[in-house]
């Protein structure tokens, strides 16, 4: 039985809370999974029609009074158009980032020593999904937390801080993911890092479009900086398919890259033994799970995952509760607890 009282204080209290809910959300008295998002006492239920809705709704109550838990009315927000969950704002349109989530980056006072200016590009990495062009901005900060170098604040820190400050206040609104609509993964990898771009092609005016769900961008460590640009460019075509994985093992999909060589190497009717050795085959032999076409694109064309790879931002590869919440929330019903 999941217990109803938790002590304040108790420093395992946050994770014991947190994984009895999802106990909770998975099964109660021989039930079901319920479809929805959590975090911790945040819960956003959603249904791809009202009648589901609601009866998702109903289930969840009764999982409440069963468990000998109490929803805050005041809290509750009922058959809503969009909702704010953990920072971000969800609704028909897609995913964007809540307002108070920009203005605590924007209001942020320039930090003193290492540990505040970790604590401001952690939050940037929060964001980063959002933020497709960073480029150089966040550079000169990176620098300034290695180990080995004296934390020294002058003006073109100043300027990176504010650059980046700026950059989080515009940040991109990201489509639902689709799985009936066409997919398509563009990667790039540059010296310092790779980054990969998720999007959906759609036709908008009769005009083709890449709609962003979400950016991805991982440093590179000291020892894949001395691969050679192809193999770097590979790398970044495998970590990028990995860090999407949840969605795209069971879809077609479509790969973008601006390096020739890697439409012979990742192409499904190539002789791989014949155009790559060593990692680079090993690399097309791990993705043969996956069904996609490779396509090149002008390196010109391909600006967003460029950017990412020169500023990298390492990112979760597991499925967030926002990535859940939005899948369904493009149906339009939503509950708030």
Request: glycine share 6%; net charge positive; proline share 5%.
């Amino acid at each position: 039985a999941i217990p109803n009282r938790l002590m304040f204080g108790v420093k395992t209290a946050p994770a014991i809370f947190n994984a009895n809910m999802r106990k909770l959300m998975h099964s109660c008295n021989g039930r079901g999974p319920i479809k929805c998002a959590q975090m911790v006492d945040d819960v956003c239920l959603s249904g791809d029609t009202p009648e589901e809705h609601f009866a998702n709704l109903a289930e969840f109550l009764y999982r409440l009074y069963a468990c000998g838990l109490k929803a805050n009315l005041s809290k509750c927000s009922f058959y809503k158009d969009e909702v704010r969950f953990l920072g971000k704002i969800v609704d028909r349109r897609g995913v964007r980032l809540d307002t108070s989530t920009t203005d605590a980056i924007i209001k942020m006072p320039a930090p003193k020593d290492k540990s505040q200016l970790r604590s401001f590009l952690g939050f940037l990495s929060y964001v980063s999904k959002h933020i497709p062009d960073l480029r150089s901005a966040r550079a000169p900060l990176d620098y300034l937390i290695k180990p080995d170098i004296k934390f020294i604040w002058d003006i073109n820190h100043g300027e990176a801080f504010t650059k980046c400050k700026q950059l989080a206040g515009n940040s991109a609104l990201l489509t639902h993911f689709d799985p009936t609509k066409p997919i398509v993964l563009t990667t790039d990898a540059s010296p310092y890092g790779v980054g990969a771009c998720l999007s959906h092609k759609v036709v908008i005016n009769n005009k083709t479009r890449l709609l962003p769900i979400a950016y991805a961008s991982a440093s590179l460590k000291d020892a894949q900086r001395n691969y050679a640009q192809v193999d770097r460019e590979g790398l970044g075509v495998f970590w990028g398919i990995n860090n999407f994985r949840q969605y795209l093992l069971c879809s077609d999909f479509e790969l973008h890259t601006d390096c020739s060589a890697l439409v012979k190497i990742f192409g499904p009717k190539n002789n791989l033994q014949g155009c790559a050795a060593g990692r680079l085959s090993r690399w097309a032999t791990s993705l043969m799970e996956y069904s996609f076409t490779v396509k090149h694109i002008k390196g010109s064309s391909n600006n967003t995952a460029d950017s990412l790879s020169r500023l990298p931002v390492v990112t979760p590869g597991t499925v967030s509760a926002i990535s859940i919440v939005a899948r369904y929330f493009q149906y339009g019903f939503a509950f708030r607890y």
